[in-house]
């Protein structure tokens, strides 16, 4: 599956924005993530939604601020990002994989990876 993320930009602090993350082939057949990665620091685990959007996970500095959502009728995952902050600046990747639940926050479980979208928060 190909993946292409879209929706970075620069936005204020307390501000909102939608990443989109379109997929091809059997996007239905895999859960998606989303991870981020700042400049100087590991690729962090943000969010995951299973194969069709029933159930959905968040990592800790984001949970109750961003929302995963997916339609798999037109192959795409979004996350939106509510009152973000400076510490949301990185670079947002979208992954596709097929494993369970508890691998999914880690980036070495992922088979696909789309090309990464800037997100820049200013205070």
């Known amino acids: 599956v190909q993946l292409q993320a879209s929706g970075g930009g620069l936005v204020q602090a307390g501000g909102s924005l939608t990443l989109s993350c379109t997929g091809s082939g059997t996007f239905s057949s895999y859960a998606m993530s989303w991870f981020r990665q700042a400049p100087g620091k590991e690729r962090e685990f943000v969010a995951t939604?299973?194969?069709?959007?029933?159930?959905?996970s968040y990592g800790d500095s984001v949970r109750g601020r961003f929302t995963i959502s997916r339609t798999n009728a037109k192959k795409i995952v979004y996350l939106q990002m509510n009152s973000l902050n400076p510490e949301d600046t990185a670079v947002y990747y979208c992954?596709?994989?097929?494993?369970?639940?508890?691998?999914?926050?880690?980036?070495?479980?992922?088979?696909?990876w789309g090309q990464g979208t800037q997100v820049t928060v200013s205070s």
């Open positions: 939604i299973n194969w069709n959007g029933g159930s959905a």
């Open positions: 992954a596709a994989t097929r494993i369970v639940l508890s691998g999914r926050s880690h980036a070495n479980n992922y088979n696909y």
